[in-house]
C-alpha cells in the first residue's frame, strides 16, 4: 500500500476500501442470487489485515484503522457505489444559492452504541476538535475553507464557508465522534481511541492488540441493520502467510497482491473479484532540480516506459497505463486522452532537445559534462514496486538514463519527501484522490511548500484551472473544467502517470451479497449473508 | 599427528573445505560463468520452470535463475568474507590490548564488549540498516562493526595465556617493545583459534544478510545476494517455487560447508584435543 | 562474599544502561530526517500543524534536554507514548510480554531438553554413527535461514498436510473451549513458530555446545583418574563429567536471556505471534523512538540481568571460582 495516507478524510476511507477492495460494474440484480432467496442472519466474516493503530477517525491514518472505523463509525453523508454522495447521519441538505451556507438535517432517533442520543452538538464537537491545534491530526487541512458553523437546533447544523466550494461535500463524510464520552480528555491519548463508540453499523466489542479487533452488529443501526452477527479482523503481518491463510481458510476476506493472483483465483472456495479501483500510480520527479524542471525531460521519461509491458509482468495484466490522476470510473476523466504511448526514439529526440546527449560515448547521456543518473526511491517489502523500479531501470538505460532504486520503509520514505527535508530526486508511490476529483492540494503551485505536492510543480494554466473546479457550482461546467485540467496535466506531466490499477479481493464462497464497489468490498457489508446451512460460526 | 592429517581425516571438514572453495571459485568468476546477463529481463518467458535453456527457470521478469544464484554467491561471499575481515581486524586488535596491557584498558574495553553483547544482534542490525540506508558497504560496516566481540575475548584469552609464557617473558628481557612483542611473538601462537572464529564467522554473517533481506533491509538492485532472491521469490513460492527455493539451496550449502570447515578446523587446530 | 560480588555487578549494570540508554536514544534523534516527519505515522499538510506537534512532543526542545527529560520519566515509570498508537510504550510493551515468554519458554526447555541428552551421548560416543547423526542434524539446521525453514514449514505442515495451523496464537472460534483442548490448541500453535522456527536453531548450537564441552571434560585429568580408580563408566560419565561439562551450558543459557523477551521477531512475523519481537521490528520500521526505546531497553536489561545470573549461577555451581 505505497499510498500516502492521511489527507482528507474520504481519501482515507477509499484507499482503505481499496486495500480490502473495489468495485466491478454492479452486478445486474438476481444474477448470481436467486431472488427467492432471503437473507438470514448469522455468522462471522473474518478479514486478515495488518495492525490497525487507533480507532478514531479523525485521529487515524492508516488503512486498517480507517476500514474500521468505517464501519463503527458514521458520517453526515457517505458514498453509494456509483460514487454519489448519498444520506447517512444527515437525511438531507441543502447549499445556499451562492455556494456559502450548507445546511444539513439530521436523523432523528439516532443513539450512540452506549444508548445516548446522537444530535447536532456531537457534529460540533468533531469539528471542533479537529480545528484545536492540540489535537494531532491531519485532517485539519480538509476544513480549510470552512469559516464557521452552527447548531441551529439538535437535528439541525449549518456550515459557512469562506468562498464556494464544491468538493464541500467529500469532508462531511468523516465519522461523527461522541461528545459525551470524549469532552474534557485528551483527545490524543484517550482510551476511547482502543474501544470506540460509535453510531455506525457494526459496535465494537474487543482489540486483542496484534491478534484481532471484533466488531458485532449494530442492532439498533438506523438504515439496513447487518445480517452478519460479527467481523473480526485477523492480524497477520506477513503477505505471503496471509495469502496461505486466505486460501486455507483461515480468513473469509482479503485484498490479494498482484503476485498472488493467479494461484488465488483457482482457489475453489474463493471468489476472486478484479475491478477498476480509484488508484493510481505514479513516478514523482523532484522539479526543484534543473534536470527535472523540463516538461521535455519529463515527457521524455514518461515515453521512455513500456508501461504495456510492466502492468502484464508486475501486475499480472491488472493494471492499464494511466492518463492522469483521475481515475477510470470518474466522471471526471476526459475520455479523449490516450495514454502516452512507448516511444524510447522519441524520448531520446526531447532528451536531445532538453541538452542530454551522449558525448563521452559511455552510454549515458550528460549535459555539462555531468551524467543524467537520479535516485529512485520505492518502498521496501512491496514486490511489485520492485519489480517496477528493476524494469524502469532498464528502460531508462536504453535511452541512456541511469537510475539507482533505493528502497525504503514507509516511515523513511516519507520523512525524504516531506517538508522542510523534500530530499529526493525521484519516487514511485500509489495514490488516490479520491470521489471528489479536486486536486488541489497535489499540483497546486501553493502547495508545493508545505502540502503535498511533493515534486514542486508549477504551472499557471494548472493553478487556474484547479480554483475554478473548486468554486464552480454546476455539475455540467464543472466537468468541462476538469476535462481541461486533465487535458493539461496531461500534456505538462507534473508527475509520470503509470497505472490505474485493479483491485483484486478474494471472498469465501459462502458469503452472498457481495458486490465490490470502486469504493471497496465492505461498502455494502450490512448485506452480506450466509445461508444456513454454510454458516461456519456460530453466534457466541 | 601433524594438524593437517588430523584435519585431512575428517571426511566432513575435507569436503566443507572442498565446497568453499568452490563457491569461492565460483564468486570470483561469476562474470563468466553466467549463461545469461542476470539483471537482464526477459518479460515473455518469465516465470518458466527449470529446463534445459534456463536450468534453474527464471524469475518474475524472466531472468536466469542460474546467472542470479552466480553472480548473487559474488554478493553474498563478499558481504560474508568483509564483514568478519572488518570483526576480526577489530576484534584483534581490542583483544591483543585488552589481554596484554590489562589492568585498566582491559576493563574499559571488556566492558564495551559486554555492552555490545546487551542488544540483540538483529534487532540492532535493524536499527542501524533502517536508519542509515541499506546498501552493501553499510551492511559489511554494520554487520562486521557489532560482530567482533567474540573474536575480541578469545584473543584476549590466549593473550593473556600466552604473555607469561617464558619466551616472551625472554623476548621482553632481550628489549624487544610492546608492539613487537605482541605482533611478532604472541599473535602469530594465538592464531589457531581466530582462524576457527573466522571460519566460522562467515556463515553467520551470510544468515544475518539473509534475515535483514527478508525483512527488506537487504542489497538494493541492481546488485543481488542469495538472501535477497529467496526474499523476492517468497511471494512466488506457490507458482514458481525454483525462485525461492534455488537461492534458498545455495544459502543452507554454502553456509553447511562453512560450518563443516570451520568444525574441523576447529578440531584439527586446538591444542588440548591432541592426544 | 557472594552478595558483595552480586553487589559490585549490579553497580557496573547501572552506568552501563545509562550508556545503552543514550545510545539508543542519540541513535533515533540524530538518524537523517531525524524525527521531522517520521513521528505521526502519516503526512501533515500545514505548516503549524507540524510546529503544533513538535512543541507537543517536546521535539523543539534541543537534544541534551530531550534526552534528560525522557531519562527522568523513565525513572518514573513511564517510557512515553507510541507516536503511532499514541498509548503509553509501557502498557504495549507489558501486553505483549506473555504471549513472547508463552513462545520462547517452551522452545528454550524443549532445547534443553533433547540437547544435553544428544550432546552427551553424542561426546560419549563421539564417532559413532549416532554422533555423525546428531552433528550433522545439528550443521543442518543451523545452516538454514529460519525465515526460509519457517515458511517451508508453513508450507509444507499446514498447508500441504493440514496438520498444523498456518499462523496465530490460538484458533478463532474454537468449538469446544475447555482448558484441555485450549492447551492443546496453543500447542498446535506453537510448533511451528516455537518448534521449528526458533527451536531447532537452539537446539542446534547447545547440543553442539554441550557436545564440545563433555569431549573436553572427558579428557581432563580427574576423569582419567577417576577412571583408573576403576569407577564404572557410568558414574564417571555422570557423576563427574557431566557437572562439570554442564557449566558453560549456563553460560550460553544465561546469554539466551535477552532471545526469551527480544530474539523472536522473525518467528513472530512469520506465524503472527501477537509478541515483542514483532512491536520491536515495526517499531524500527516506522521510528515508532518511544517504542524503540523502550524494548532496546528492555531487551538489553534482560541481557545484562542474564550474564549476571548466569556469571551467579556458574559461581554456585563451580568450586574452583572465587568472587575476586
Given at each position: 500500500m505505497s499510498d500516502k495516507t492521511g489527507r482528507l478524510l474520504l481519501i482515507a476511507m477509499v484507499v482503505a476500501a481499496l486495500i480490502l477492495g473495489g468495485g466491478c460494474p454492479r452486478r445486474a440484480p438476481g444474477e448470481e442470487q436467486p431472488a427467492a432467496v432471503t437473507p438470514v442472519q448469522g455468522d462471522t466474516l473474518v478479514i486478515g489485515t495488518v495492525a490497525p493503530m487507533l480507532l478514531n477517525p479523525i485521529l487515524a491514518t492508516d488503512v486498517p484503522s480507517t476500514t474500521i472505523t468505517d464501519l463503527v463509525f458514521s458520517g453526515l453523508v457517505t458514498v453509494n457505489d456509483r460514487l454519489e454522495f448519498v444520506p447517512e447521519l444527515a437525511e438531507s441538505w441543502e447549499v445556499s444559492p451562492d455556494g456559502l451556507v450548507w445546511t444539513f438535517h439530521l436523523r432523528d432517533g439516532v443513539t450512540w452504541h452506549d444508548g445516548k442520543p446522537f444530535t447536532a452538538e456531537d457534529v460540533a464537537f468533531t469539528l471542533e476538535r479537529i480545528r484545536d491545534p492540540h489535537t494531532i491530526t491531519v485532517r485539519r487541512g480538509d476544513y480549510e475553507q470552512v469559516d464557521r458553523w452552527e447548531v441551529v437546533d439538535p437535528h439541525t447544523f449549518r456550515v459557512y464557508f469562506k468562498e464556494p466550494f464544491a468538493p464541500a461535500l467529500q469532508a462531511f463524510a468523516m465519522g461523527i465522534i461522541p461528545k459525551h464520552l470524549l469532552q474534557g480528555v485528551d483527545i490524543n491519548t484517550a482510551p476511547f481511541n482502543t474501544r470506540p463508540v460509535g453510531t455506525g453499523r457494526f459496535r465494537f466489542r474487543e482489540w486483542k492488540p496484534d491478534v484481532h479487533v471484533i466488531l458485532d452488529r449494530n442492532e439498533d443501526y438506523f438504515k439496513q441493520v447487518p445480517h452478519l452477527n460479527s467481523i473480526v479482523f485477523r492480524i497477520i503481518p506477513d503477505d505471503t502467510v496471509l495469502m496461505e491463510e486466505l486460501a486455507g481458510g483461515g480468513i473469509d476476506f482479503s485484498g490479494i497482491t498482484a503476485p498472488h493472483y493467479k494461484r488465488m483465483a483457482a482457489v475453489p472456495h474463493l471468489n476472486v473479484h478484479r475491478f477498476p479501483s480509484l488508484r493510481f500510480q505514479y513516478i514523482g520527479w523532484n522539479e526543484r532540480l534543473p534536470k527535472f524542471d523540463d516538461d521535455r525531460v519529463r515527457i521524455a521519461l514518461s515515453l521512455a516506459l513500456d508501461r504495456e509491458a510492466i502492468a502484464e509482468a508486475a501486475y499480472e495484466g491488472l493494471a492499464v497505463p494511466a492518463t492522469g490522476p483521475f481515475p477510470l470510473v470518474s466522471w471526471a476523466i476526459n475520455p479523449a486522452i490516450e495514454p502516452l504511448a512507448y516511444d524510447p526514439e522519441r524520448a531520446k529526440q526531447l532528451l536531445a532537445d532538453a541538452g542530454w546527449k551522449d558525448t563521452n560515448g559511455d552510454g549515458w547521456v550528460d549535459r555539462d559534462g555531468k551524467p543524467f543518473e537520479f535516485e529512485f526511491l520505492g518502498r521496501a517489502g512491496d514486490p511489485v514496486s520492485k519489480m517496477i523500479i528493476e524494469l524502469a531501470m532498464e528502460y531508462y538505460k536504453a535511452v541512456g538514463v541511469k537510475l539507482n532504486p533505493l528502497f525504503l520503509e514507509w516511515g523513511d520514505l516519507v520523512s525524504r519527501l516531506?517538508?522542510?527535508?523534500?530530499?529526493?530526486e525521484a519516487f514511485y508511490l500509489g495514490f488516490s484522490v479520491g470521489v471528489?476529483?479536486?486536486?488541489h492540494i497535489f499540483y497546486h503551485s501553493t502547495q508545493a511548500e508545505w502540502g503535498f505536492n511533493d515534486t514542486n510543480f508549477q504551472d499557471a494554466e494548472v493553478d487556474r484551472l484547479i480554483e475554478e473546479g473548486r468554486r464552480t457550482m454546476d455539475f455540467a461546467a464543472r466537468k468541462q473544467v476538469y476535462h481541461q485540467l486533465h487535458q493539461r496535466l496531461h500534456d505538462t506531466q507534473p508527475v509520470t502517470f503509470m497505472f490505474f490499477i485493479e483491485a483484486i479481493v478474494g471472498v469465501d464462497k459462502r458469503f452472498q451479497g457481495v458486490t465490490p464497489s470502486p469504493i471497496g468490498t465492505l461498502w455494502n457489508v450490512e448485506h452480506w449473508w450466509v445461508p444456513e446451512a454454510q454458516q461456519k460460526h456460530p453466534a457466541p | 599427528m601433524s594438524n593437517w592429517r588430523r584435519f585431512r581425516r575428517n571426511q566432513r571438514a575435507v569436503a566443507g573445505g572442498l565446497l568453499v572453495l568452490m563457491f569461492v571459485v565460483i564468486a570470483v568468476l561469476a562474470p563468466l560463468l553466467t549463461p545469461y546477463d542476470p539483471v537482464r529481463s526477459n518479460l515473455p518467458r518469465r516465470l518458466e520452470a527449470p529446463g534445459r535453456e534456463h536450468v534453474f527457470g527464471t524469475d518474475s521478469l524472466g531472468r536466469d535463475m542460474l546467472s542470479r544464484i552466480l553472480e548473487g554467491a559474488r554478493i553474498s561471499l563478499t558481504i560474508g568474507i568483509l564483514a568478519v575481515a572488518l570483526s576480526v581486524f577489530i576484534g584483534v586488535v581490542f583483544g591483543a590490548l585488552a589481554g596484554y596491557y590489562g589492568k585498566l584498558l582491559d576493563s574499559a574495553i571488556m566492558r564495551f564488549v559486554d555492552l555490545l553483547l546487551a542488544f540483540p544482534t538483529l534487532y540492532l542490525y535493524i536499527t542501524l540498516v533502517a536508519l542509515v540506508g541499506p546498501n552493501i558497504g553499510v551492511l559489511i560496516l554494520i554487520m562486521g562493526g557489532l560482530g567482533w566481540m567474540g573474536v575480541a575475548r578469545i584473543v584476549r584469552a590466549e593473550v593473556l595465556k600466552l604473555r607469561t609464557q617464558d619466551y616472551v617473558e625472554a623476548a621482553r628481557a632481550l628489549g624487544s617493545g610492546d608492539r613487537r612483542i605482541i605482533f611478532r611473538h604472541i599473535l602469530p601462537n594465538a592464531l589457531a583459534p581466530v582462524i576457527v572464529a573466522t571460519t566460522l564467522g562467515i556463515p553467520g554473517m551470510i544468515l544475518g544478510e539473509s534475515a535483514l533481506s527478508f525483512l527488506g533491509l537487504g542489497v538494493m538492485p541492481p546488485y543481488m545476494s542469495w538472501g535477497s532472491l529467496v526474499n523476492d521469490g517468497l511471494p512466488f513460492f506457490r507458482r514458481a517455487w525454483w525462485l525461492p527455493v534455488f537461492p534458498g539451496m545455495a544459502i543452507f550449502l554454502c553456509v553447511l560447508a562453512f560450518n563443516f570447515l570451520g568444525d574441523g578446523l576447529r578440531d584439527a587446530l586446538d591444542p588440548r584435543l591432541k592426544s | 562474599m557472594l552478595r558483595g560480588y552480586v553487589a559490585r555487578r549490579l553497580l557496573i549494570a547501572v552506568p552501563m544502561l545509562f550508556i545503552i540508554s543514550f545510545l539508543t536514544f542519540s541513535m533515533m534523534h540524530l538518524a537523517p530526517g531525524g524525527l521531522s516527519a517520521a513521528f505521526i505515522g502519516a503526512r501533515v499538510r500545514l505548516e503549524e500543524d507540524r510546529i503544533a506537534i513538535m512543541r507537543h512532543y517536546g521535539f523543539d526542545q534541543p537534544f541534551h534536554i530531550r534526552y534528560f527529560r525522557w531519562m527522568g520519566r523513565v525513572f518514573e515509570g513511564d517510557l512515553g507514548h507510541s507516536l503511532r498508537f499514541r498509548r503509553p510504550a509501557l502498557d504495549m510493551i507489558v501486553e505483549r510480554i506473555p504471549a513472547t515468554l508463552q513462545l520462547t519458554i517452551p522452545s528454550i526447555l524443549v532445547s534443553v531438553a533433547v540437547a544435553i541428552p544428544v550432546g552427551v551421548l553424542s561426546a560419549v560416543r563421539q564417532y559413532s554413527p549416532a554422533d555423525n547423526l546428531a552433528t550433522i542434524g545439528a550443521f543442518l539446521f543451523v545452516s538454514t535461514p529460519s525465515f526460509f525453514l519457517g515458511i517451508v514449514a508453513i508450507l509444507i505442515f499446514s498447508v500441504g498436510l493440514g496438520w498444523l495451523p498456518i499462523s496465530g496464537m490460538s484458533t478463532f472460534g474454537l468449538r469446544d473451549p475447555s482448558t484441555l483442548t485450549v492447551i492443546l490448541d496453543r500447542l498446535r500453535h506453537l510448533v511451528i513458530p516455537g518448534g521449528i522456527v526458533l527451536g531447532l536453531g537452539y537446539t542446534a548450537g547447545l547440543l553442539r555446545y554441550v557436545r564440545g564441552s563433555m569431549l573436553e571434560v572427558l579428557r581432563q585429568d580427574y576423569i582419567r583418574t577417576a577412571r583408573a580408580k576403576g569407577l564404572s563408566e557410568r558414574v564417571v560419565i555422570y557423576k563427574h563429567a557431566l557437572r562439570n561439562s554442564l557449566l558453560p551450558v549456563v553460560t550460553i543459557l544465561g546469554m539466551w536471556v535477552p532471545y526469551i523477551l527480544g530474539g523472536a521477531m522473525i518467528a513472530e512475523v512469520i506465524s503472527a505471534w501477537p509478541g515483542m519481537g514483532r512491536l520491536a521490528v515495526d517499531a524500527v520500521f516506522a521510528r515508532d523512538y518511544p517504542l524503540v526505546m523502550g524494548t532496546l531497553l528492555l531487551a538489553a536489561s534482560m541481557t545484562l540481568l542474564g550474564n549476571l545470573l548466569a556469571d551467579i549461577s556458574y559461581a554456585l555451581l563451580d568450586p574452583r571460582i572465587r568472587y575476586e
Amino acid at each position: 500500500m505505497s499510498d500516502k495516507t492521511g489527507r482528507l478524510l474520504l481519501i482515507a476511507m477509499v484507499v482503505a476500501a481499496l486495500i480490502l477492495g473495489g468495485g466491478c460494474p454492479r452486478r445486474a440484480p438476481g444474477e448470481e442470487q436467486p431472488a427467492a432467496v432471503t437473507p438470514v442472519q448469522g455468522d462471522t466474516l473474518v478479514i486478515g489485515t495488518v495492525a490497525p493503530m487507533l480507532l478514531n477517525p479523525i485521529l487515524a491514518t492508516d488503512v486498517p484503522s480507517t476500514t474500521i472505523t468505517d464501519l463503527v463509525f458514521s458520517g453526515l453523508v457517505t458514498v453509494n457505489d456509483r460514487l454519489e454522495f448519498v444520506p447517512e447521519l444527515a437525511e438531507s441538505w441543502e447549499v445556499s444559492p451562492d455556494g456559502l451556507v450548507w445546511t444539513f438535517h439530521l436523523r432523528d432517533g439516532v443513539t450512540w452504541h452506549d444508548g445516548k442520543p446522537f444530535t447536532a452538538e456531537d457534529v460540533a464537537f468533531t469539528l471542533e476538535r479537529i480545528r484545536d491545534p492540540h489535537t494531532i491530526t491531519v485532517r485539519r487541512g480538509d476544513y480549510e475553507q470552512v469559516d464557521r458553523w452552527e447548531v441551529v437546533d439538535p437535528h439541525t447544523f449549518r456550515v459557512y464557508f469562506k468562498e464556494p466550494f464544491a468538493p464541500a461535500l467529500q469532508a462531511f463524510a468523516m465519522g461523527i465522534i461522541p461528545k459525551h464520552l470524549l469532552q474534557g480528555v485528551d483527545i490524543n491519548t484517550a482510551p476511547f481511541n482502543t474501544r470506540p463508540v460509535g453510531t455506525g453499523r457494526f459496535r465494537f466489542r474487543e482489540w486483542k492488540p496484534d491478534v484481532h479487533v471484533i466488531l458485532d452488529r449494530n442492532e439498533d443501526y438506523f438504515k439496513q441493520v447487518p445480517h452478519l452477527n460479527s467481523i473480526v479482523f485477523r492480524i497477520i503481518p506477513d503477505d505471503t502467510v496471509l495469502m496461505e491463510e486466505l486460501a486455507g481458510g483461515g480468513i473469509d476476506f482479503s485484498g490479494i497482491t498482484a503476485p498472488h493472483y493467479k494461484r488465488m483465483a483457482a482457489v475453489p472456495h474463493l471468489n476472486v473479484h478484479r475491478f477498476p479501483s480509484l488508484r493510481f500510480q505514479y513516478i514523482g520527479w523532484n522539479e526543484r532540480l534543473p534536470k527535472f524542471d523540463d516538461d521535455r525531460v519529463r515527457i521524455a521519461l514518461s515515453l521512455a516506459l513500456d508501461r504495456e509491458a510492466i502492468a502484464e509482468a508486475a501486475y499480472e495484466g491488472l493494471a492499464v497505463p494511466a492518463t492522469g490522476p483521475f481515475p477510470l470510473v470518474s466522471w471526471a476523466i476526459n475520455p479523449a486522452i490516450e495514454p502516452l504511448a512507448y516511444d524510447p526514439e522519441r524520448a531520446k529526440q526531447l532528451l536531445a532537445d532538453a541538452g542530454w546527449k551522449d558525448t563521452n560515448g559511455d552510454g549515458w547521456v550528460d549535459r555539462d559534462g555531468k551524467p543524467f543518473e537520479f535516485e529512485f526511491l520505492g518502498r521496501a517489502g512491496d514486490p511489485v514496486s520492485k519489480m517496477i523500479i528493476e524494469l524502469a531501470m532498464e528502460y531508462y538505460k536504453a535511452v541512456g538514463v541511469k537510475l539507482n532504486p533505493l528502497f525504503l520503509e514507509w516511515g523513511d520514505l516519507v520523512s525524504r519527501l516531506d517538508p522542510p527535508r523534500r530530499a529526493f530526486e525521484a519516487f514511485y508511490l500509489g495514490f488516490s484522490v479520491g470521489v471528489d476529483p479536486d486536486v488541489h492540494i497535489f499540483y497546486h503551485s501553493t502547495q508545493a511548500e508545505w502540502g503535498f505536492n511533493d515534486t514542486n510543480f508549477q504551472d499557471a494554466e494548472v493553478d487556474r484551472l484547479i480554483e475554478e473546479g473548486r468554486r464552480t457550482m454546476d455539475f455540467a461546467a464543472r466537468k468541462q473544467v476538469y476535462h481541461q485540467l486533465h487535458q493539461r496535466l496531461h500534456d505538462t506531466q507534473p508527475v509520470t502517470f503509470m497505472f490505474f490499477i485493479e483491485a483484486i479481493v478474494g471472498v469465501d464462497k459462502r458469503f452472498q451479497g457481495v458486490t465490490p464497489s470502486p469504493i471497496g468490498t465492505l461498502w455494502n457489508v450490512e448485506h452480506w449473508w450466509v445461508p444456513e446451512a454454510q454458516q461456519k460460526h456460530p453466534a457466541p | 599427528m601433524s594438524n593437517w592429517r588430523r584435519f585431512r581425516r575428517n571426511q566432513r571438514a575435507v569436503a566443507g573445505g572442498l565446497l568453499v572453495l568452490m563457491f569461492v571459485v565460483i564468486a570470483v568468476l561469476a562474470p563468466l560463468l553466467t549463461p545469461y546477463d542476470p539483471v537482464r529481463s526477459n518479460l515473455p518467458r518469465r516465470l518458466e520452470a527449470p529446463g534445459r535453456e534456463h536450468v534453474f527457470g527464471t524469475d518474475s521478469l524472466g531472468r536466469d535463475m542460474l546467472s542470479r544464484i552466480l553472480e548473487g554467491a559474488r554478493i553474498s561471499l563478499t558481504i560474508g568474507i568483509l564483514a568478519v575481515a572488518l570483526s576480526v581486524f577489530i576484534g584483534v586488535v581490542f583483544g591483543a590490548l585488552a589481554g596484554y596491557y590489562g589492568k585498566l584498558l582491559d576493563s574499559a574495553i571488556m566492558r564495551f564488549v559486554d555492552l555490545l553483547l546487551a542488544f540483540p544482534t538483529l534487532y540492532l542490525y535493524i536499527t542501524l540498516v533502517a536508519l542509515v540506508g541499506p546498501n552493501i558497504g553499510v551492511l559489511i560496516l554494520i554487520m562486521g562493526g557489532l560482530g567482533w566481540m567474540g573474536v575480541a575475548r578469545i584473543v584476549r584469552a590466549e593473550v593473556l595465556k600466552l604473555r607469561t609464557q617464558d619466551y616472551v617473558e625472554a623476548a621482553r628481557a632481550l628489549g624487544s617493545g610492546d608492539r613487537r612483542i605482541i605482533f611478532r611473538h604472541i599473535l602469530p601462537n594465538a592464531l589457531a583459534p581466530v582462524i576457527v572464529a573466522t571460519t566460522l564467522g562467515i556463515p553467520g554473517m551470510i544468515l544475518g544478510e539473509s534475515a535483514l533481506s527478508f525483512l527488506g533491509l537487504g542489497v538494493m538492485p541492481p546488485y543481488m545476494s542469495w538472501g535477497s532472491l529467496v526474499n523476492d521469490g517468497l511471494p512466488f513460492f506457490r507458482r514458481a517455487w525454483w525462485l525461492p527455493v534455488f537461492p534458498g539451496m545455495a544459502i543452507f550449502l554454502c553456509v553447511l560447508a562453512f560450518n563443516f570447515l570451520g568444525d574441523g578446523l576447529r578440531d584439527a587446530l586446538d591444542p588440548r584435543l591432541k592426544s | 562474599m557472594l552478595r558483595g560480588y552480586v553487589a559490585r555487578r549490579l553497580l557496573i549494570a547501572v552506568p552501563m544502561l545509562f550508556i545503552i540508554s543514550f545510545l539508543t536514544f542519540s541513535m533515533m534523534h540524530l538518524a537523517p530526517g531525524g524525527l521531522s516527519a517520521a513521528f505521526i505515522g502519516a503526512r501533515v499538510r500545514l505548516e503549524e500543524d507540524r510546529i503544533a506537534i513538535m512543541r507537543h512532543y517536546g521535539f523543539d526542545q534541543p537534544f541534551h534536554i530531550r534526552y534528560f527529560r525522557w531519562m527522568g520519566r523513565v525513572f518514573e515509570g513511564d517510557l512515553g507514548h507510541s507516536l503511532r498508537f499514541r498509548r503509553p510504550a509501557l502498557d504495549m510493551i507489558v501486553e505483549r510480554i506473555p504471549a513472547t515468554l508463552q513462545l520462547t519458554i517452551p522452545s528454550i526447555l524443549v532445547s534443553v531438553a533433547v540437547a544435553i541428552p544428544v550432546g552427551v551421548l553424542s561426546a560419549v560416543r563421539q564417532y559413532s554413527p549416532a554422533d555423525n547423526l546428531a552433528t550433522i542434524g545439528a550443521f543442518l539446521f543451523v545452516s538454514t535461514p529460519s525465515f526460509f525453514l519457517g515458511i517451508v514449514a508453513i508450507l509444507i505442515f499446514s498447508v500441504g498436510l493440514g496438520w498444523l495451523p498456518i499462523s496465530g496464537m490460538s484458533t478463532f472460534g474454537l468449538r469446544d473451549p475447555s482448558t484441555l483442548t485450549v492447551i492443546l490448541d496453543r500447542l498446535r500453535h506453537l510448533v511451528i513458530p516455537g518448534g521449528i522456527v526458533l527451536g531447532l536453531g537452539y537446539t542446534a548450537g547447545l547440543l553442539r555446545y554441550v557436545r564440545g564441552s563433555m569431549l573436553e571434560v572427558l579428557r581432563q585429568d580427574y576423569i582419567r583418574t577417576a577412571r583408573a580408580k576403576g569407577l564404572s563408566e557410568r558414574v564417571v560419565i555422570y557423576k563427574h563429567a557431566l557437572r562439570n561439562s554442564l557449566l558453560p551450558v549456563v553460560t550460553i543459557l544465561g546469554m539466551w536471556v535477552p532471545y526469551i523477551l527480544g530474539g523472536a521477531m522473525i518467528a513472530e512475523v512469520i506465524s503472527a505471534w501477537p509478541g515483542m519481537g514483532r512491536l520491536a521490528v515495526d517499531a524500527v520500521f516506522a521510528r515508532d523512538y518511544p517504542l524503540v526505546m523502550g524494548t532496546l531497553l528492555l531487551a538489553a536489561s534482560m541481557t545484562l540481568l542474564g550474564n549476571l545470573l548466569a556469571d551467579i549461577s556458574y559461581a554456585l555451581l563451580d568450586p574452583r571460582i572465587r568472587y575476586e
